[in-house]
């Protein structure tokens, strides 16, 4: 079967994109939620803050993802 | 709806006579909320006393109530009954709630507890010796000898001991040279020995035996051989035990009788407690008493009326407009039905200030919408309506059950969607009815979605800025809203000129295009020079942020798909299908576990962060009514405390 190297390269490209992206954002999420788990420990009200500020870092992986989805529908 | 309750500030002036009476009655309307500021003259001389003995109530209930509880007995939930049945109605006596029957009920439970447990400890400490002297003479089992034998004697010493294995037949040796009687049992680690002498060598042989480790026995003064004394003492402790499970069975009765009655008292007495207190906030003269507060406008004539027919129309009520400081004034978040259940996700943030629009009636509408985007399924949609069902029947805590209702609430929305985009259990009855339906697939379709996902993240944020926008001209505030808002405004204009000349290529529209362009980057570089810059791609940042409503649709589809494959694959034959079975069930719910909590923590974010950051300040301070809590009691019981 002869696969196109386009197609492969999109590929490679789209992983890159969301790989390092989730790697960060989830390095990044760990540090915000153990920090987050210590805070709720001392203080249960904050929870709800500081699930907010464990979610925030996601964001990146999201950017990686947009980026992603733009190489693979994108790039004809 | 849209914004909170209108306070009104309310002053009150009655004879002291009429104190009890209205504080009970706006105890039991809790509409108003005290303020705090009375002086020394505010504390009647009786009052410590009063505060005293209704504290002393409480403490009595509560103390029973920590002495009863390790005794209840708590069933084992069953799955059936969690599902299908209600949790049993509250009982207790209604009789006990006022002071003259507490008092003897009190005193009798006291009592009554007192005797139970002196009489369960003394059969602890007794369980605890007889079992120490049955594991004592059991060591002995084996010996035909009287243990009442093994005594000192005016010319002779008795001693039994364990000695190591390893120095047994080294001490046996040395022991030879005095005139011993030995007996002895040789076990795997340690042999028992017994030896009976002349006292005059006692000294002499204790050091010999202590030089090879020997552990010295006492034994219990009993009389009998060591098996005759095992039966006896084992009998002993089984009738011991016996009385033992029946005091505990009796200290058990007691609880299931009477922990609902204490739990109730110890209630009433606190929601008395909080009426003595509240006295020492109010102001006085010789015989008058007067106090300030807020009420929420909507409540105050019902009040006024009740404030007047308690104290016999002898009270003076004043409900005041807010003065200057009126943005000072309490907070209460009110709206209606199912859009309340909301209010704790708006608390969770902030709450509002009090001329300040509440955002909960704007996540009542978004909330449901961006979860049900994100889980996008309509048999996980059905799911979810059943568990949101299941919290709103089965638990009590208000707070679980707006829970519950915001899941329900997102349900509709997850099924609407899911029969929308064509999503059951992912892409489950094409996989294996190859029954396909719904406008599009996202999974193929995934630019199309994500524009969507931008588009309504971009209507979203410009409900938020117009909000924001009508804030700041409220406020008169021009500085904010041209630095806050009106370069977003630019910004948007100039974007949007760009893209309609992108299609149809009309030149012109580039003027005012780069003119609305230039007016922003100007507002943003007087705002804070060249880092104001940044404000631009934060702003896009936060537009593309709202692609997280496509990602976690995406997530949850393609992690379906791939249970959907993997149990497609196991479908040849019985055992390939009874695991292919397992493989659908565990992985949609852990699926639908998963993206459920995603989407709700996803949910919160996108309005917490983008939405919230267009108009809303928040820092109210809570509004908090004098307000008496009945979880047990019912309105009623003593009037003359």
Same mark, same amino acid.
């Given at each position: 079967?002869?696969?196109?190297?386009?197609?492969?390269?999109?590929?490679?490209?789209?992983?890159?994109?969301?790989?390092?992206?989730?790697?960060?954002?989830?390095?990044?999420?760990?540090?915000?939620?153990?920090?987050?788990?210590?805070?709720?420990?001392?203080?249960? !009200?904050?929870?709800?803050?500081?699930?907010?500020?464990?979610?925030?870092?996601?964001?990146?992986?999201?950017?990686?993802?947009?980026?992603?989805?733009?190489?693979?529908?994108?790039?004809? | 709806?849209?914004?909170?309750?209108?306070?009104? /500030?309310?002053?009150?002036?009655?004879?002291?006579?009429?104190?009890?009476?209205?504080?009970?009655?706006? @105890?039991?309307?809790?509409?108003?909320?005290?303020?705090?500021?009375?002086?020394?003259?505010?504390?009647?001389?009786?009052?410590?006393?009063?505060?005293?003995?209704?504290?002393?109530? /409480?403490?009595?209930?509560?103390?029973?109530?920590?002495?009863?509880?390790?005794?209840?007995?708590?069933?084992?939930?069953?799955?059936?009954?969690?599902?299908?049945?209600?949790?049993?109605?509250?009982?207790?006596? =209604?009789?006990?709630?006022?002071?003259?029957?507490?008092?003897?009920?009190?005193?009798?439970?006291?009592?009554?507890?007192?005797?139970? /447990?002196?009489?369960?400890?003394?059969?602890?400490?007794?369980?605890?010796?007889?079992?120490?002297?049955?594991?004592?003479?059991?060591?002995?089992?084996?010996?035909?000898?009287?243990?009442?034998?093994?005594?000192?004697?005016?010319?002779?010493?008795?001693?039994?001991?364990?000695?190591?294995? !390893?120095?047994?037949? !080294?001490?046996?040796?040395?022991?030879?040279?005095?005139?011993?009687?030995?007996?002895?049992?040789?076990?795997?680690?340690?042999?028992?020995?017994?030896?009976?002498?002349?006292?005059?060598?006692?000294?002499?042989?204790?050091?010999?035996?202590?030089?090879?480790?020997?552990?010295?026995?006492?034994?219990?003064?009993?009389?009998?051989?060591?098996?005759?004394?095992?039966?006896?003492?084992?009998? &002993?402790?089984?009738?011991?035990? $016996?009385?033992?499970?029946?005091?505990?069975?009796?200290?058990?009765?007691?609880?299931?009788?009477?922990?609902?009655?204490?739990?109730?008292?110890?209630?009433?007495?606190?929601? /008395?407690?909080?009426?003595?207190?509240?006295? $020492?906030?109010?102001?006085?003269?010789?015989?008058?008493?007067?106090?300030?507060?807020?009420?929420?406008?909507?409540?105050?004539?019902?009040?006024?009326?009740?404030?007047?027919?308690?104290?016999?129309?002898?009270?003076?009520?004043?409900?005041?407009?807010?003065? !200057?400081?009126?943005?000072?004034?309490?907070?209460?978040?009110?709206?209606?039905? @199912?859009?309340?259940?909301?209010?704790?996700?708006?608390?969770?943030?902030?709450?509002?200030?009090?001329?300040?629009?509440? =955002?909960?009636?704007?996540?009542?509408?978004?909330?449901?919408?961006?979860?049900?985007?994100?889980?996008?399924?309509?048999?996980?949609?059905?799911?979810?309506?059943?568990?949101?069902?299941?919290?709103?029947?089965?638990?009590?805590?208000?707070?679980?059950?707006?829970?519950?209702?915001?899941?329900?609430?997102?349900?509709?929305?997850?099924?609407?969607?899911?029969?929308?985009?064509?999503?059951?259990?992912?892409?489950?009855? $094409?996989?294996?009815?190859?029954?396909?339906?719904?406008?599009?697939?996202?999974?193929?379709?995934?630019?199309?979605?994500?524009?969507?996902?931008?588009?309504?993240?971009?209507? @979203?944020?410009?409900?938020?800025?117009?909000?924001?926008?009508?804030?700041?001209?409220?406020?008169?505030?021009?500085?904010?809203?041209?630095?806050?808002?009106?370069?977003?405004?630019?910004?948007?204009?100039?974007?949007?000129?760009?893209?309609?000349?992108?299609?149809?290529?009309? &030149?012109?529209?580039?003027?005012?295009?780069?003119?609305?362009?230039?007016?922003?980057?100007?507002?943003?570089?007087?705002?804070?020079?060249?880092?104001?810059?940044?404000?631009? =791609?934060?702003?896009?940042?936060?537009?593309?942020?709202?692609?997280?409503?496509?990602?976690?649709?995406?997530?949850?589809?393609?992690?379906?798909?791939?249970?959907?494959?993997?149990?497609?694959?196991?479908?040849?034959?019985?055992?390939?299908?009874?695991?292919?079975?397992?493989?659908?069930?565990?992985?949609?719910?852990?699926?639908?576990?998963?993206?459920?909590?995603?989407?709700?923590?996803?949910?919160?974010?996108? @309005?917490?962060?983008?939405?919230?950051?267009?108009?809303?300040?928040?820092?109210?301070?809570?509004?908090?009514?004098?307000?008496?809590?009945?979880?047990?009691?019912?309105?009623?019981?003593?009037?003359?405390?």
């Amino acid at each position: 079967m002869v696969v196109d190297i386009n197609i492969g390269l999109k590929a490679l490209g789209a992983g890159i994109a969301i790989g390092f992206a989730a790697l960060g954002s989830g390095i990044g999420q760990g540090q915000a939620a153990s920090a987050g788990v210590g805070a709720i420990a001392e203080k249960e !009200e904050l929870f709800g803050k500081a699930i907010t500020l464990a979610a925030l870092v996601e964001t990146q992986a999201i950017y990686g993802f947009v980026i992603a989805i733009l190489i693979m529908v994108l790039l004809k | 709806m849209l914004y909170p309750a209108r306070m009104k /500030k309310i002053q009150l002036l009655a004879l002291d006579r009429y104190q009890e009476r209205i504080v009970e009655r706006l @105890h039991e309307l809790g509409t108003l909320q005290i303020n705090e500021g009375a002086d020394e003259s505010g504390v009647l001389k009786s009052w410590e006393k009063r505060r005293e003995n209704v504290l002393a109530f /409480k403490r009595r209930a509560e103390t029973l109530l920590d002495s009863l509880e390790p005794f209840e007995k708590i069933e084992k939930p069953q799955l059936r009954k969690l599902i299908f049945e209600k949790p049993a109605p509250f009982e207790c006596d =209604p009789k006990l709630l006022n002071q003259e029957a507490a008092q003897p009920y009190l005193s009798s439970l006291q009592r009554k507890l007192t005797n139970l /447990k002196d009489r369960l400890a003394r059969l602890e400490r007794e369980i605890e010796r007889t079992t120490a002297r049955l594991k004592t003479i059991k060591k002995f089992e084996g010996f035909k000898i009287d243990l009442s034998e093994i005594r000192d004697t005016k010319q002779t010493f008795s001693i039994a001991g364990d000695v190591p294995m !390893e120095n047994l037949e !080294e001490l046996l040796q040395e022991l030879s040279s005095f005139s011993l009687s030995l007996s002895k049992r040789e076990g795997e680690e340690k042999a028992l020995l017994i030896a009976l002498g002349l006292k005059w060598e006692k000294t002499r042989v204790v050091a010999v035996l202590s030089r090879y480790g020997f552990e010295r026995i006492i034994i219990p003064e009993v009389k009998g051989t060591p098996s005759e004394l095992a039966l006896e003492y084992e009998a &002993k402790l089984e009738k011991l035990m $016996q009385n033992n499970q029946k005091i505990l069975a009796e200290l058990e009765s007691l609880a299931q009788k009477e922990i609902n009655n204490l739990l109730a008292l110890r209630e009433f007495f606190e929601n /008395k407690l909080e009426r003595v207190e509240v006295q $020492q906030e109010f102001r006085r003269s010789a015989r008058t008493f007067t106090l300030e507060g807020y009420i929420p406008e909507r409540l105050a004539a019902k009040t006024v009326a009740e404030i007047e027919k308690v104290s016999d129309g002898y009270a003076a009520v004043m409900i005041l407009d807010l003065d !200057e400081d009126g943005q000072q004034a309490p907070v209460m978040l009110d709206n209606p039905g @199912h859009i309340k259940a909301f209010q704790g996700l708006t608390k969770t943030y902030a709450m509002p200030r009090y001329d300040e629009i509440d =955002p909960t009636f704007l996540m009542f509408i978004g909330f449901p919408f961006f979860f049900g985007i994100m889980l996008t399924d309509a048999a996980y949609g059905v799911m979810l309506f059943f568990l949101s069902r299941f919290i709103m029947r089965r638990f009590e805590s208000p707070g679980i059950r707006d829970i519950g209702k915001i899941l329900w609430l997102s349900s509709l929305w997850t099924i609407a969607l899911g029969l929308l985009f064509g999503s059951v259990f992912g892409d489950f009855l $094409q996989t294996f009815f190859n029954v396909r339906f719904g406008v599009f697939d996202v999974l193929s379709r995934a630019d199309v979605a994500l524009l969507l996902a931008v588009i309504v993240g971009l209507l @979203h944020l410009n409900l938020g800025l117009m909000l924001g926008i009508k804030r700041k001209l409220a406020k008169r505030d021009a500085e904010g809203l041209v630095f806050e808002h009106l370069w977003i405004v630019m910004l948007e204009i100039s974007a949007g000129l760009f893209v309609v000349y992108r299609f149809t290529g009309a &030149k012109p529209i580039l003027w005012p295009a780069a003119l609305a362009l230039l007016a922003c980057t100007f507002i943003l570089f007087r705002k804070a020079s060249i880092f104001g810059m940044l404000e631009i =791609p934060s702003f896009f940042g936060a537009n593309l942020s709202y692609a997280r409503l496509l990602a976690l649709a995406l997530a949850t589809t393609g992690i379906a798909l791939a249970v959907n494959i993997i149990a497609g694959l196991l479908f040849g034959s019985v055992i390939g299908a009874f695991f292919g079975i397992l493989i659908l069930f565990g992985g949609h719910i852990f699926n639908f576990i998963i993206n459920a909590f995603g989407a709700f923590v996803h949910s919160m974010r996108l @309005h917490y962060l983008e939405f919230f950051s267009m108009f809303y300040e928040g820092g109210g301070r809570e509004f908090s009514p004098f307000k008496e809590k009945r979880r047990y009691t019912k309105i009623g019981g003593d009037k003359t405390w």
